[in-house]
């Protein structure tokens, strides 16, 4: 587009300027940028953990070479899906690393662990094979089964994650298969056998110890209160439920892509003049923000169509998110300043941060009735009223009004036959001046332009003028309209307008500061419940359809996450006590996150939706590996569940922490985001996936080996 726009310019007309005031692709090139960036230093921040826990180059380079190869082989599963890199799967890219990262951190660590206790690096290579395989393979089918249902699944979702989870799954898919493989040789080649550690990791290993014995007295502990521990669980497992219910909620975070749509409208019967003079003087006083960039108005129109003379919409551009306030703040300063325009009623909107959720304001309430036009104004005014008395909204207005002033001509059909006026031919010429229908082209400097015969401008701008048109009576005279025609004045709405074939109203409303959209949909709703006589019923358009819709979307898709996971894992360990064991972290690190939602740090949205899924399948894999390897215990040593479980965990224990924190450090580029476009987005998976892996380990390291002693199944040789 922009190779072509020197091209039409030299096409316009002279006197006439092509400017492009807005361009979305460059929101999206620099979100794209800043992912690509956080996606570079995640790789960096993990590498170096992994080194700094490790204490040794040769061990880092496991994970850290499986990281870039199994990326590499991601972008070659995204070429063969036909998928694009775009934000979603450049996001899941950056997801994925947790999933890498913890593969190779098991199989490096177990190698580790036998090359210390005497094993040749050939043969620790094997063994780790050998004892990992079947937990590998566990923890990825399982994160497999995670994502599986968004890509199964409709609407506005299924149509924007599914790219986002299928890219995870063949990254985890491609993960599972590097450290099966390739790992497991990087082991037998780069590890040796008595190698001579340096200070930084014989630190490391005394500061691990000093930590893992420390975890195991307190594990014993808690074993010993196992029904003690058992019953917190049982807290925090219940806790799920009122936390998520209790949360905020929206349909996605407001993302700052520097432009703002404003839709205004002057009273029902004003001229294109006097409408360009408000919009002129909103214009001026916007552009004098020093966050403004650019301002245009459109006058006559609205962006989806529709709209008369008295309407108009425009754009607010809006400098680099570095040189300004939030776009959230200067929203509602602007939504003030546009108040204090006293000719136009005006509402300033953010653009959806999701695509295909629909235009106009975040809140659109829909009530409608068979009943007559006027009933439906009157309840739907009812509604209005309460719902800006509420406090909820910075701006509510309905599009069904009864304001508009409409002149209906009688005329004085005696009068008329008395002078000689054709009833007939009098419509008819009324219909040539005032209608702007066109009878013919003309063609000029090789373009063809409509002829519109039609009154003077300046002669049609009030009613009166049109007393004194004058039409030809038979005999060939011309006579005023004032001498048989008269102006009869009513009040009749400005549009008569159908939902559902239906006589409606719909309310369009953004949220004041602070408070979600749930909020003001649940107010809503409910004081509609209240006060709708029978009759009415009431729906939503725009973004609060696709919120209301995708609700109970993402709820269907944990519940057959969770059912498909336990499915898996009863199929893989042939036991339907041990998968019950390991399914529950995902509650633990579940309640983890939704503490901070309940206490309204963050909302409730789709990303963060996304991002609950993406933990459950993370966070699973912890259990897993406590809980086979404690079966493989009991079965290879004769340990009874407690035993097995306390020596399981202790040796499990280095990997399981170094996984968590190389998961958590690696989100922090997208954690520390600040602003610009897509920060929001970002920051809203990223905070969910690293506070729920944070705390949802900590539950984990004590909770299931409690479970474990008293549910898991007893094995032997």
């Not at 979305?24 to 992912?35: G, N, P, R």
């Not at 994160?143 to 890509?151: D, E, N, R």
């Not at 529709?306 to 939030?326: C, Y």
Request: hydrophobic share 50%.
């Amino acid at each position: 587009v922009r190779d072509l726009v020197p091209d039409i310019r030299r096409q316009l007309p002279a006197g006439l300027e092509g400017l492009i005031v807005y361009d979305s692709t460059e929101a999206i090139q620099d979100s794209i940028d800043e992912v690509i960036r956080a996606l570079i230093e995640a790789l960096a921040i993990v590498t170096v953990v992994i080194f700094l826990f490790l204490g040794a180059i040769r061990s880092a380079l496991v994970p850290g070479i499986a990281m870039p190869l199994a990326i590499v082989g991601e972008f070659f599963a995204m070429q063969m899906l036909g998928y694009s890199i775009n934000l979603l799967t450049l996001l899941a890219l950056i997801l994925a690393i947790g999933t890498v990262v913890d593969d190779g951190i098991v199989m490096v660590e177990n190698a580790t662990r036998h090359i210390e206790n005497g094993a040749i690096p050939d043969a620790a290579a094997k063994r780790t094979v050998d004892e990992l395989a079947g937990s590998i393979v566990a923890m990825n089918i399982v994160v497999l089964a995670v994502f599986a249902p968004i890509g199964l699944m409709g609407g506005l979702t299924g149509s924007l994650f599914t790219e986002f989870a299928y890219t995870v799954a063949a990254a985890t898919l491609i993960s599972g298969i590097i450290a099966l493989t390739v790992a497991p040789m990087m082991c037998a080649r780069l590890l040796k056998q008595r190698a001579p550690k340096r200070r930084l990791a014989r630190w490391i290993d005394r500061g691990f110890q000093r930590v893992a014995e420390s975890y195991a007295k307190m594990l014993a502990v808690a074993l010993d209160a196992r029904w003690l521990i058992l019953a917190a669980g049982t807290v925090v497992l219940a806790s799920v439920y009122v936390f998520y219910t209790a949360a905020p909620r929206e349909l996605a975070p407001a993302e700052d892509i520097g432009f703002l749509m404003v839709n205004s409208q002057a009273a029902p019967n004003s001229s294109i003049d006097q409408l360009e003079r408000w919009t002129s003087l909103l214009t001026e006083k916007i552009v004098q923000s020093d966050a403004v960039q650019q301002v245009f108005p459109v006058n006559g129109g609205m962006p989806q169509g529709g709209g008369g003379s008295n309407s108009a919409f425009g754009g607010i551009i809006l400098k680099d998110w570095q040189e300004r306030k939030p776009q959230t703040a200067l929203q509602g300063k602007f939504q003030q300043t546009a108040s204090e325009v006293a000719g136009l009623q005006s509402v300033v909107i953010s653009p959806p941060a999701l695509p295909g959720a629909g235009e106009g304001a975040p809140v659109q309430f829909v009530i409608s009735s068979v009943d007559d036009p006027r009933i439906v104004f009157e309840t739907s005014e009812r509604v209005l009223r309460a719902a800006r008395k509420s406090g909820l909204f910075i701006y509510i207005d309905s599009d069904l009004k009864f304001d508009e002033l409409q002149n209906e001509i009688e005329i004085d059909r005696d009068r008329a036959a008395a002078l000689g006026v054709d009833i007939r031919q009098l419509g008819s010429d009324l219909a040539t001046m005032l209608s702007g229908g066109y009878v013919n082209y003309f063609s000029y400097d090789g373009r063809s332009y409509r002829v519109i015969p039609q009154v003077e401008r300046t002669q049609r701008l009030r009613p009166a003028q049109l007393t004194d048109y004058r039409v030809k009576t038979r005999s060939g005279k011309l006579v005023p309209l004032s001498t048989f025609v008269s102006l009869e004045k009513s009040v009749q709405p400005r549009a008569l307008l159908r939902f559902n074939q239906l006589n409606s109203a719909t309310l369009s409303g953004v949220p004041a500061p602070g408070v979600s959209l749930d909020e003001a949909i649940a107010f809503l709703r409910k004081h509609s419940e209240q006060s709708l006589p029978s009759g009415f019923v009431t729906d939503w358009k725009g973004r609060s359809r696709q919120y209301v819709a995708e609700s109970a979307t993402l709820l269907v898709a944990f519940g057959l996450a969770v059912v498909l996971m336990y499915l898996t894992l009863v199929f893989q360990y042939r036991s339907f006590r041990d998968p019950a064991v390991m399914l529950i972290s995902v509650p633990m690190s579940l309640a983890g996150a939704l503490v901070f939602f309940a206490l309204g740090v963050v909302t409730v949205n789709i990303y963060r939706q996304i991002g609950l899924l993406a933990l459950i399948g993370l966070i699973i894999r912890h259990g897993i590996l406590l809980v086979e390897f404690a079966g493989d215990i009991q079965i290879e040593e004769g340990l009874g569940r407690r035993a097995a479980m306390e020596k399981a965990a202790a040796l499990r224990f280095r990997s399981i922490v170094m996984t968590t924190a190389a998961t958590v450090v690696g989100l922090i580029p997208l954690l520390l985001a600040s602003g610009g476009p897509g920060a929001a987005s970002r920051f809203a998976i990223s905070f969910t996936l690293g506070i729920g892996m944070a705390l949802g380990t900590v539950f984990t390291l004590f909770v299931v080996p409690a479970l474990y002693t008293v549910v898991a199944a007893k094995r032997t040789t």
